[in-house]
Structure formats: structure tokens, C-alpha cells
RNA sequence: GCCCGAGUGGCGGAACGGUAGACGCAGGGGAUUCAAAAUCCUCCGCCCUAACGGGUGUGCGAGUUCGAAUCUCGCCUCGGGCACCA
């Protein structure tokens, strides 16, 4: 590995020889170093859907500056790498194409395995795992018997999308405006008995913990509040006036007791009890309920459908005022997951209630109105802030004027002391229902015996690995049609039984997979020992899309596993710094088939002209705006070609430059060009810096070392609040300085091997080449970070802005440590000052020390 | 519909409440070259001005402040999530 001062920059041939350099001392071998900190770097592990995009590039460069610059600081690094490889994509493969999925899914592995590695990424390969290798997912199902064992896992019955032509369970994904994908029948609300983790227990916890989470960014944190969604009010009930089937009350929650004599109606979910024994004696609610059922099982679905109810003719008793009684309608938009399924409605406050009052024709009464307003009919709901105070008109306790918070509160007292109901705290979090009915996930380890019911398998015979021999000619889930898979003996009494065919839903999979990367190989799902040196993640990275869901999951598993002694207490937060990465974002473009149905293309088979795209045959594509980058959509960005073109340093600089990381980004081609010239200069720059004689003399070497360690502290501080745009302005800087300047040989060395080390987080292959050749010692990849002499940061004279009403008008240039005093008399002598003040007075000057000067006139 | 974000030149973006546009791209002019590529120098928000300089400007509208891209309120547009996409 000679100098060769007169070759060009070849980043296919430095590039494979400093990954080997850097394999064969085992540079990115996790190691147990108790003498060192360690740090913990993980980005969300990739869906192998078959070709990297240009958005892992991204993420996986982050993490991999961030791996480089702790392990620069000293720190004993993990950087994992792993699969998540379960899940529907595989299968619709080989519904598509035939094949099996695990083919399709290795296959796809080991091509994008082959794609990330000429990235030079710092990963310990060694530790890679897929979520759909048996090692992995067998260790899943014992996790899963442990947590069954204490008490975390239960099924009951919940909401699927059912398409009634298929036969099988949709994926909301699968329902499109309401029908299935396939079939393109009216999709179906259908309850079925499914398996569920008990994340609600954990619902105050996970709430509560979150103030711990400083390193997180608030917008998760804020999202995932609202998601568990605490609120406080009165559970009670109402009793009928008359019984139906048996049943004498229907039981609410409601956050907003205080407007109980405002109440016009009680509305119950089409699948309350209620609702149902109604449905089983009368058609017309039974037609109701079909039709409240249909469309896709979503909030989203629920909450932009149209509000229908249904008048059940039933009646309730108010239970201030028994002689007060008012209608229970069944209502679409009432949901049985949700506190009891039934609410009283209030429409006066709650502008769904109001639609639904006006739409029906119920009593509209106002429970307050504003402070100083009289009663009068109302157009909308009046809604106030909850910190605002109204004046009651029908109060049920408290002061005449007070806010919600006081009157609610006052209100629950006065229920309670009537014996009407409790206080009551109530979670919008549900439990997790992760039941799939697929083939391509982690089997539920549970068999079904005809003597002993439901039954666990025993731990001694896991994994209980998927078959092989499947086909996806029909819908629904091949492994209830494999009956041999299926056959199977109790493990309690030995008699025949029949395996569970539900997998786990993919979260499952995501959700403890960075405790496995400490031991990937145990015996066990986590080696304690491991786990407690390299627990937490110190720095998650990856995507906004996950914010609520994986995150939450994964805050839920780490108490689980934790809870049957698979993590210890201190991982109970599994990561302590999150940075969420935007996206990287690119045009959709599309044409529609015979049906009409949209058909996608990627970027390279669109040719642009004008604004507008056209394919090979000339057809023009629909071009829609930007979106996240994704296979279905064919919107992605193949950034093989970009490291052929330009190699792998080209490509992590360029997509660390310009776009801040956590912002969304549009990819566009130029640019990547640029970076490369780039390169080239640094890469000529070095050759004419080694090429200068050990001894020869310059100037300005004090100038250079000023701007060098600027430079130091720029790029350290930039780097740790993760602005690696920012750190790479400042590297052009530096570059450009270090290019123009004079001074001597052993300042330009000394210069150039510190700008090796800045910029190897980012372009390690040139950086170890221009390390080398400035006489750096060993690899630039295990030298120590350098340090900013902080008595070189600091300038003698500043200069400072001096506004007129807050407009500049000139600039004064001062000592640093200058008085305010001082300050004020050299800007009302500048000539510019005194020429803006044409002779007048100033009324007020503001000085404000090393910032800035405001003469106000 | 509900929850969470984001909006600054032709483009990507800088800017502890304190000189808006760092740095990069694109573009103009120049040097070098037989010519081109590459490279180097230089200009570059918009409007007025020959220039000096002036006006204006951070999605829109109000407000707080000596001073607002930044804080507050109300809108608009775009993006993410909404529990079976990962």
C-alpha cells in the first residue's frame, strides 16, 4: 500500500482494499471490553424486499458515522445488522411468481447483502441474523411461552377484515375503498377468536416512562402520549326502563360527567351485547348492524364514514332524574374496543354528538355557554378549551363559573357520593392482537388437543419450524390445508392434537431483535451476561413511520422480557436516544391497465421532457407528487449504480450533505456528480501535500492551525447533534482553506491528516488513503478523535451588526471582551451611524455584548 | 375525520429571539486549451440604480418585542401515523 502520488482517484481500487485492510484486523468485532465504554448503535433493521434503495443508504451511513466517530472516541462499539424477514411482500411473491417465500426472501437477502457491502459500512457481519431463520424465530416462540406462562399472552375475540368471496382475513392494506384487493368484494367487519398481548397493563407505565425518554425527540414522544391516551372521568350506568333480553343497564364511561343534564340520547356499538341480543329478535337492527359492519376494520374507515344511527326504541332513566328518559341508538361510530361501547351523547359539546342530534332530531340543551353570553341556540357544539372558564347554565355540582377540569372533577364527587358510578381512568391503548392467519411469520407455539384444550408446546421441541412444502395457488393460509404440519401430539397427555395455524404478526419479530444482536447466537432468546454489557441501544436510528407502533411494541417487549428474566430492569426503556431520519422521498409515476387499476414504474423506465414522463413506447405517465419511497410503488432509487459510477465515499457524503437528516428528502440525480469532484480535489490535494519536502517553510501557519481547529470543534459538535450536513459544509471549508493555503509542510501534513480523520465517519476509503499518505500512523479507522485547542477558537476582534430600528445599517468592528460602554461610543462614531442618524438623537441604544447593537430612533 | 410534523433564492439548505441566504448544486462572466473535458478565478434572492446606494423579502393574516425565519393566535399547502404494510 505504497503512495502513488500520480494515480487518480480510483474508488474501485482503494475502496475493496481498505475493507479488507479493515477486515483482516477485525476493525468492527463487537468485543466485550470492560476497561472501555461501550456504545450501541442500531438503525431498524432492513425488510429484505430485494434491492437496497437509496433511503438505506441514508440510514445506514448515519448510523455508520455515528459507529466510526464513538469508536474514534474510544468507545468498544456494536453496529449489528439484520434481517426483518417476515411478513406478507414474500407471499405475495409467490403468489405472483410461484416459488416459496423463504426462497424469494434469502434470495433477496443475500442480493441487498451484496449491495450494502461495497458501502464499507462499520458492521460487525458476524452477528447478523433474519427474523425468519428458525434459530431466531424458535428462540421467539420460547420468549412467547414465558410470556404466556406470566400471564402477558390471552386470546379473546377481535375485529378482522373478512372478504366473504376469499374466504381469508384481508390485511388493511389488502382492503381497498372497501373491498378486497383480490376478490373485490365488499369486505366485512367479522369477529374472530384471535391471540392478544396484555400491552394494556402496562398502559400508566408506558405513559409515565416517557418523561424519562430525554434523548427522544418530543414529537414521538407527544404522538405515542396521545396514542396511550389516558383520560379520567366517571364510569356509571344507566338503567333501563324497561329490561331487554335480560339486560336492565348499559354501563359508559365519559370524560365529560359534568354535562350529564345536557344529555339527549345514550348510543351503544353495533356490537355491544346490547346491540346484538336486539339483532338476534329484530330484522331491521340486525340489516342496521350488517351494514354498520361493512368496509375496512380502521379508525380511519370509522371516523370519514358517514354517522348513521339506529332509534332501538328502547328507553334509559337519567340517573339524576328518574323521570327523565331519553332513546339508545345504535351508532356506527361507537366502538366496542373502547371504554364500555356505549357513551351518552351530549350535543351540545361534542360536535359528532351535535351532527348526530341534528341529523336525527334529538334535544340540543347547553350545559354552559361563554362567560357574559346568554343562552341561545346553537349552530355548532360550543367546545371550549378545558382551562377555560364558562358560566353554567344546568350545573350538577361546583361553582356557578368554573373550567371543565374543575366541573368534571366536582362532578365525579358529587356522582360517587350518590352512589352513581366511580371515578375512573380509562386508556385508549389496546391490547395487541397479533394473530395472523399467513404463512410467512413465526408459528404460535400452541397445539389444540381434544383432551387438554389449548395446550403449549413444550419447550424441548421448538422451533416449530414452518414446512416447506406449501403453495399458494388458493387463498387463505396454506398451513390449515397442510395436514400433516397440522397433526401433531399433546405434549401434556401424548394423544393426537392439532398445531395452531396463526403466525405472529411481524411487530413480534421487530420487537426484541436488538437484545438478540447482543448474543445472536445463545441457546437462549437473550445471554444475560451479554445483554447487561451492551443494553441499551444508545442510538436508535430510523424512520418517523415507526414513531407509535414499533416503538411502542418494542417499550412493551423490553418490560416483558424483563418480566419472565430475559432482560434485567435497566433495559425496561430499551433505547435511550432516538433520532427518527426523514424519508427520502421521489415522484410516483403511474398508467392504469384495461381495469383501470393503477400500474407503477420505476424512475428508470420514465423518460422526463417538459415537466412531463413518458415510457420506452411513448405512452405518457400520470406523475404524482412526491411520496416515501416504496417497492410497491416502484418509486425507488437503485443506488448501485451511483456506487458503480462513483464508489461508496460519493455516496455516503452525498446523501449525508445538503438535506438535514431528520427532514424529509426529494432524491434527485445531481449532485452525486459534484460529490465526486469533490473527492477528486481532496484526493489531488492530498497527492500535492505528501509530494511537498519534509522541511519546507511557509506562512501562515498560525492562520491554518486557527482554521483547523475550528474546524475540529465544528465537525465534533455538528456530528454529536447529528447536523451531518452541517459537518460537511464545514469539511468544504476546511478543504477549500487547506487548498489556498501557504504555510509550512509540516502544518499542511499535520492539517491534512486531521482532515483525514474529519471526514472518515463519511468517506473512511479516501480518508485512510489520505491518512496514509500524510504519514498517519496505522488506519485513520482506529486513531484516536482530535481535539480542538480551545485557546485557537477564540478571535481577538468581532465584529457587530448595528441596526436602526432593528434594519442593519452598518458594521463596527470591536475588541471581544469590549464594555458595553465601549461598544456603544465606536458605533456612534462609525461614519455609516452617523450618517444614518443624520443628526438626530437616538432614543434608546441596545447593547448587546458580543452580539449585536440596536440604536432606536 | 383524529393525532404528529414541515413550509426560507432556480434547487438542497444555513441562521443561541440579534448582519437572512453559511455550504453545496444549477446558472452568468473570465483564465487555461488548437478545441473540448477537467481544473482555477469571479458574480449570483427579487425590484429600482450606470454606480454609490435604496427598497423589499423566510407559505398567508394578525400579535408580542428595541429587534421575529425563530415566540403566540388564526388560516393554507404538503408529509407521517391511525392498531393486519413494514
Not at 502520488?5 to 479488507?20: G, H, L, M, T, V
Not at 474514534?72 to 407471499?91: I, N, T, Y
Not at 422521498?585 to 415537466?611: F, S
Request: contains cysteine; glycine residues 8%; aromatic residues 10%.
Amino acid at each position: 500500500m505504497s503512495a502513488q502520488s500520480d494515480a487518480r482517484y480510483s474508488p474501485k481500487e482503494i475502496e475493496p482494499r481498505w475493507q479488507q485492510a479493515w477486515d483482516s484486523d477485525g476493525c468492527f468485532a463487537a468485543k466485550v471490553d470492560p476497561a472501555r465504554p461501550k456504545y450501541y448503535v442500531l438503525e431498524m433493521f432492513p425488510y429484505p424486499s430485494g434491492r437496497i434503495h437509496i433511503g438505506h443508504v441514508r440510514n445506514y451511513t448515519m448510523g455508520d458515522v455515528v459507529a466510526r466517530y464513538k469508536r474514534a472516541q474510544g468507545f468498544s462499539v456494536l453496529h449489528p445488522m439484520g434481517w426483518d424477514a417476515f411478513g406478507m411482500p414474500a407471499e405475495n411473491a409467490a403468489m405472483a411468481e410461484g416459488g416459496h417465500p423463504g426462497t424469494w426472501t434469502y434470495n433477496n437477502i443475500k442480493v441487498m447483502k451484496g449491495q450494502m457491502k461495497p458501502l464499507g459500512l462499520s458492521i460487525d457481519w458476524s452477528r447478523e441474523f433474519a427474523t425468519c431463520d428458525p434459530e431466531y424465530y424458535g428462540q421467539q416462540q420460547a420468549l412467547f411461552l414465558d410470556m404466556y406462562k406470566a400471564g402477558l399472552i390471552y386470546r379473546k375475540t377481535g375485529i378482522v377484515n373478512w372478504d366473504p368471496v376469499d374466504m381469508t382475513v384481508l390485511a388493511n392494506e389488502q382492503v381497498i375503498d372497501g373491498k378486497g384487493w383480490r376478490s373485490g368484494a365488499e369486505v366485512e367487519r367479522r369477529e374472530k377468536e384471535q391471540w392478544f398481548f396484555k400491552i394494556s397493563d402496562y398502559s400508566a407505565e408506558l405513559l409515565s416512562a416517557l418523561d424519562g425518554l430525554e434523548n427522544w425527540p418530543n414529537k414521538v414522544k407527544l404522538q405515542q402520549r396521545n396514542w396511550i391516551g389516558y383520560s379520567r372521568g366517571l364510569q356509571f350506568a344507566f338503567d333501563l326502563t324497561a329490561p331487554a333480553d335480560g339486560i336492565t343497564q348499559i354501563e359508559v364511561f365519559t370524560t365529560r360527567p359534568d354535562t350529564l343534564q345536557g344529555a339527549s340520547f345514550v348510543g351503544i356499538a353495533p356490537d355491544h351485547p346490547l346491540a346484538k341480543a336486539l339483532e338476534a329478535q329484530n330484522p331491521a337492527v340486525a340489516a342496521f348492524c350488517a351494514e354498520a359492519r361493512k368496509g375496512a376494520a380502521t379508525e380511519e374507515a370509522m371516523a370519514t364514514g358517514e354517522k348513521l344511527g339506529f332509534d332501538t326504541g328502547l328507553t334509559v332513566q337519567h340517573p339524576l332524574d328518574p323521570d327523565w328518559h331519553m332513546p339508545v341508538w345504535i351508532a356506527n361510530f361507537i366502538k366496542m374496543d373502547y371504554g364500555t361501547g356505549a357513551v351518552f351523547g351530549c350535543p351540545a359539546h361534542d360536535q359528532r354528538d351535535f351532527d348526530f342530534a341534528t341529523k336525527y332530531a334529538l334535544p340540543i340543551v347547553p350545559v354552559f355557554v361563554a362567560k357574559g353570553a346568554e343562552e341561545a341556540p346553537l349552530t355548532e357544539a360550543y367546545v371550549p378549551e378545558d382551562s377555560e372558564s364558562v358560566r353554567y347554565l344546568r350545573p350538577i355540582a361546583g361553582e356557578p363559573e368554573q373550567t371543565a377540569d374543575q366541573a368534571v372533577d366536582a362532578a365525579i364527587k358529587l356522582c360517587e357520593s350518590r352512589g352513581i358510578g366511580k371515578d375512573t381512568t380509562m386508556y385508549r391503548l389496546r391490547d395487541w392482537g397479533f394473530s395472523r392467519q399467513r404463512y410467512w411469520g413465526c408459528p404460535i407455539p400452541f397445539v389444540q388437543c381434544d383432551t387438554c384444550g389449548l395446550v403449549p408446546e413444550a419447550k424441548e421441541n421448538l422451533p416449530v419450524r414452518l414446512p416447506d412444502d406449501v403453495t399458494f395457488d388458493k387463498p387463505g393460509n396454506p398451513l390449515d390445508r397442510h395436514t400433516a404440519w397440522r397433526s401433531c401430539t399433546c405434549p401434556e397427555c401424548g394423544k393426537p392434537a392439532l398445531r395452531e395455524t396463526d403466525t405472529m404478526d411481524t411487530f413480534v419479530d421487530s420487537s426484541w431483535y436488538f437484545a438478540r444482536f447482543t448474543a445472536p447466537h445463545a441457546s437462549t432468546p437473550t445471554d444475560l451476561e451479554e445483554a447487561d454489557y451492551w443494553m441499551n441501544v444508545d442510538q436508535y436510528i430510523g424512520g418517523i413511520e415507526h414513531a407509535i407502533l414499533h416503538l411502542l411494541y418494542s417499550r412493551f417487549f423490553a418490560r416483558a422480557m424483563h418480566k419472565t428474566g430475559h432482560l434485567s430492569a435497566k433495559s425496561i426503556e430499551p433505547f435511550n436516544a432516538l433520532f427518527t431520519q426523514g424519508m427520502v422521498t421521489h415522484a410516483i409515476y403511474q398508467t392504469r391497465d384495461a381495469q383501470g387499476r393503477a400500474v407503477y414504474h420505476y424512475p428508470e423506465e420514465v423518460e422526463l421532457r417538459d415537466g412531463a414522463g413518458f415510457l420506452k413506447d411513448g405512452k405518457e405517465v400520470e406523475i404524482i407528487p412526491s411520496a416515501k419511497m416504496s417497492k410497491s410503488k416502484r418509486n425507488v432509487v437503485d443506488p448501485v449504480a451511483i456506487i458503480d459510477q462513483f464508489g461508496a465515499d460519493t455516496a455516503r457524503w452525498f446523501v449525508m450533505s445538503d438535506s438535514p437528516p431528520e427532514r424529509d428528502v426529494e432524491w434527485t440525480a445531481s449532485g452525486a456528480e459534484a460529490t465526486y469532484k469533490h473527492l477528486n480535489r481532496v484526493w489531488t490535494l492530498g497527492d500535492k501535500i505528501a509530494a511537498l519536502p519534509a522541511d519546507a517553510p511557509g506562512e501562515g501557519d498560525d492562520e491554518l492551525m486557527r482554521a483547523l481547529h475550528r474546524a475540529i470543534d465544528d465537525v465534533t459538535k455538528t456530528i454529536e447533534g447529528f447536523a451531518f450536513n452541517k459537518a460537511i459544509a464545514k469539511l468544504y471549508e476546511l478543504t477549500s482553506i487547506l487548498s489556498r493555503t501557504k504555510a509550512s509542510a509540516k502544518a499542511q501534513k499535520q492539517a491534512g491528516r486531521v482532515l483525514a480523520q474529519l471526514m472518515a465517519p463519511m468517506t473512511p476509503h479516501l480518508a485512510e488513503e489520505l491518512w496514509h499518505r500524510l504519514g498517519g500512523a496505522g488506519l485513520v479507522t482506529q486513531a484516536q478523535w482530535p481535539q480542538a485547542d480551545p485557546a485557537l477558537l477564540v478571535d481577538d476582534v468581532i465584529t457587530l451588526p448595528v441596526q436602526f430600528n432593528g434594519k442593519r445599517k452598518a458594521e463596527i468592528t470591536v475588541p471581544k471582551d469590549a464594555s458595553k460602554e465601549e461598544v456603544e461610543k465606536t458605533a456612534l462614531a462609525d461614519q455609516a451611524v452617523i450618517k444614518a442618524l443624520a443628526g438626530a438623537t437616538p432614543k434608546k441604544i441596545i447593547v448587546v455584548p458580543g452580539r449585536i447593537v440596536n440604536v432606536v430612533i
